[in-house]
Structures are given as structure tokens and as C-alpha cells.
T-cell receptor, first 109, second 113 residues
Framework: DAKTTQPPSMDCAEGRAANLPCNHSTISGNEYVYWYRQIHSQGPQYIIHGLKNNETNEMASLIITEDRKSSTLILPHATLRDTAVYYC??????????FGPGTRLSVLP | AAGVIQSPRHLIKEKRETATLKCYPI?????VYWYQQGPGQDPQFLISFYEKMQSDKGSIPDRFSAQQFSDYHSELNMSSLELGDSALYFC????????????FGPGTRLTVT
């Protein structure tokens, strides 16, 4: 059973904020939410992670709902180079990453 | 900043041959991970090493083996290659204290003919 559900694809205009949703309704109290992305044929790239609180770094912001059943990754000013597959991963410490299927984000000029 | 280095970047082998992929982690990273990504598929975890010891195992075929050396570089050895082994093989490294912030290399594209 998939732990997360993401839309298969999304479009975003260049310069606008990209908001990528992720549903994880069965998340347990000790499971973290991680976001990675994979630009075509490159290795996956870590973006951000969180447990309960919202998080922000130089790449993105992560908004986790109070009940933790869903989260949103926000790229504040999307550029063409942000076109990639974005993976939302939920896991306990000690588990291994399971990638897929993710959201294919296309940033349009 | 130094990144994960993988070699070779491209490799072509015939069925039943063997292949060795190499990975050089980011300096001071003590944990190495191997992933396989088939055409049109998502990356799949194979195996990981911490301080030269296997720390976890995923869906790695018995025909594959891997090890981590004293300088922390790692090698993935693949024998009796099959057509289905054609894929991108990524190596990632991390600090053991932060295992989920993994830094991936550019990958080795293996083609089995």
C-alpha cells in the first residue's frame, strides 16, 4: 500500500509559486515527510523534510497540516530549472527510501 | 563543493558478462547507498553500507554484490548480466547522523545487449 498520494503531473508558470500537494492520511506519529526531486536523468536531489512543524530552507517551504495527513511543498518562484519529478516520501527513522510515483512538475515559460 | 563521483558514466556489456560500478562519496560521508532506476521507472533502493559494513539491503539480486572500502568508496559488482539489468545506477552518500539527507551522484548508465 502506498503511503503517499501525489498528482501525477502539474504545470506552473515561470516566476510563480509552485504548490505540490501530498496526501499521507495513514502517517504515524514518528514518521517524517521528505521531499526529493529528480531532474531528467540526474540523481535525485534532497529538498526538505519535516515532522510536525512547517519548514523552510533556501530551496522551498514545507507546510504540514495540523493533523499531519497532508503536506504541501512550495517553490516560491519557480524557474524552468525546477522542471522535475517531485517525490513525497513518508518513513520512519531506520527505513529506506521508496521513491515513486511522484509528481511531474512542468514549469512553463 | 565536492560531489559524489561515479565511474564509469556509461557502460555497455553483453549478456552473461560482469560489470563493476564505482562510487566515491562526498568527503567525510560515512554511508553509501546504491539505487537502480530502470527505464521509465522510479529509483529503487538496492543496498547500503556504513563504515564498511552492510547496513541494509533492498531488492538487490543475488547476482549483485557490493562492498565499501577503507577509504569509503564503494563498488557494485554485477555478474551474469541480463537484459533487464539495463538501467541507471545511482550511488548516494550521507553522514550516518543524517541518513535521509542523501547526496546522489550522476549515475552510471548500464546497457546490457
Amino acid at each position: 500500500d502506498a503511503k503517499t498520494t501525489q498528482p501525477p503531473s502539474m504545470d506552473c508558470a515561470e516566476g510563480r509559486a509552485a504548490n505540490l500537494p501530498c496526501n499521507h492520511s495513514t502517517i504515524s506519529g514518528n514518521e517524517y515527510v521528505y521531499w526529493y526531486r529528480q531532474i531528467h536523468s540526474q540523481g535525485p536531489q534532497y529538498i526538505i523534510h519535516g515532522l510536525k512543524n512547517n519548514e523552510t530552507n533556501e530551496m522551498a517551504s514545507l507546510i504540514i497540516t495540523e493533523d499531519r495527513k497532508s503536506s504541501t511543498l512550495i517553490l516560491p518562484h519557480a524557474t524552468l530549472r525546477d522542471t522535475a519529478v517531485y517525490y513525497c516520501i513518508v518513513l520512519l527513522y531506520g527505513q529506506n527510501f521508496v521513491f515513486g510515483p511522484g509528481t511531474r512538475l512542468s514549469v512553463l515559460p | 563543493a565536492a560531489g559524489v563521483i561515479q565511474s564509469p558514466r556509461h557502460l555497455i556489456k553483453e549478456k552473461r558478462e560482469t560489470a563493476t560500478l564505482k562510487c566515491y562519496p562526498i568527503p567525510r560521508h560515512d554511508t553509501v547507498y546504491w539505487y537502480q532506476q530502470g527505464p521509465g521507472q522510479d529509483p529503487q533502493f538496492l543496498i547500503s553500507f556504513y563504515e564498511k559494513m552492510q547496513s541494509d539491503k533492498g531488492s538487490i539480486p543475488d547476482r549483485f554484490s557490493a562492498q565499501q572500502f577503507s577509504d569509503y568508496h564503494s563498488e557494485l559488482n554485477m555478474s551474469s548480466l541480463e537484459l533487464g539489468d539495463s538501467a541507471l545506477y545511482f550511488c548516494a552518500s550521507s553522514l550516518s547522523l543524517n541518513p535521509y539527507e542523501q547526496y546522489f551522484g550522476p549515475g552510471t548508465r548500464l546497457t546490457v545487449t
